[in-house]
């Protein structure tokens, strides 16, 4: 039993590059999530997908940032024209939803953006 | 809305001295609560979750925690740290339903000193 995966684990960019992170999600599950988490902080809400619709962003997600889950498996988080500001950890998890009154989260092991 | 407040970005205790990490909530419903704890370099592990009933809470490798309404409190306590307890915790708090998205305190780094 796999545990959600995330690819890269480090990712070193230049300002104005454009980066794009994967997740796999555990396989049965049927929510995807994506948070943010800058140092000294707790992780933030980004946006979460139920099979491949996105149904929630928050207003952390600019314009500058896309989310993707084309066939309700694995997603991609895609930062465009980067900035320092976009340092931080990316953490993905994944939940299935069912019938029971909490569908817990797990965690992947993030993925850490410097932007220099 | 809801909030955490996570009192103290860093608790330090000897090892096998009683472990208090303080969390209070702000929610206009009642909430889900959370404890996770984070490694270095690592994702984030549930410990433990309040959804219903008995307000005492047990999670893994001895953590547990108590639900205290009139406070807004979900303190998390273990009687006797451990060396391996050294990791940063998150309190969280959620909705009833819907989403199920957490909102995060800003965490509070236990240091065990032998």
């Known amino acids: 039993d796999t545990g959600v995966s995330q690819d890269p684990r480090h990712k070193i960019t230049k300002r104005g590059q454009n980066v794009t992170f994967r997740c796999d999600p555990i396989s049965e599950h049927n929510r995807l999530y994506w948070y943010r988490q800058t140092l000294g902080q707790g992780p933030e809400f980004l946006t979460y997908?139920?099979?491949?619709?996105?149904?929630?962003k928050s207003r952390l997600l600019s314009d500058r940032f896309s989310a993707e889950r084309p066939k309700g498996s694995f997603s991609t988080l895609e930062i465009q024209r980067t900035e320092q500001g976009d340092s931080a950890m990316y953490l993905c998890a994944s939940s299935l939803l069912s019938g029971s009154p909490y569908n817990e989260q797990f965690f992947g092991p993030g993925t850490r953006l410097t932007v220099l | 809305a809801q909030s955490v407040t996570q009192l103290g970005s860093h608790v330090s205790v000897s090892e096998g001295a009683l472990v208090l990490l303080r969390c209070n909530y702000s929610s206009s419903v009642p909430p889900y609560l959370f404890w996770y704890v984070q490694y270095p370099n690592q994702g984030l592990q549930l410990l433990l979750k309040?959804?219903?009933?008995?307000?005492l809470v047990k999670g893994i490798n001895g953590f547990e925690a108590e639900f205290k309404k009139s406070e807004t409190s979900f303190h998390l306590t273990k009687p006797s740290a451990h060396m391996s307890d050294a990791a940063e915790y998150f309190c969280a708090v959620s909705n009833r339903g819907g989403s199920y998205i957490p909102t995060f305190g800003r965490g509070t780094s236990l240091i065990v000193h032998p």
């Open positions: 997908f139920q099979n491949e619709a996105q149904l929630e």
């Open positions: 309040y959804t219903t009933g008995a307000t």
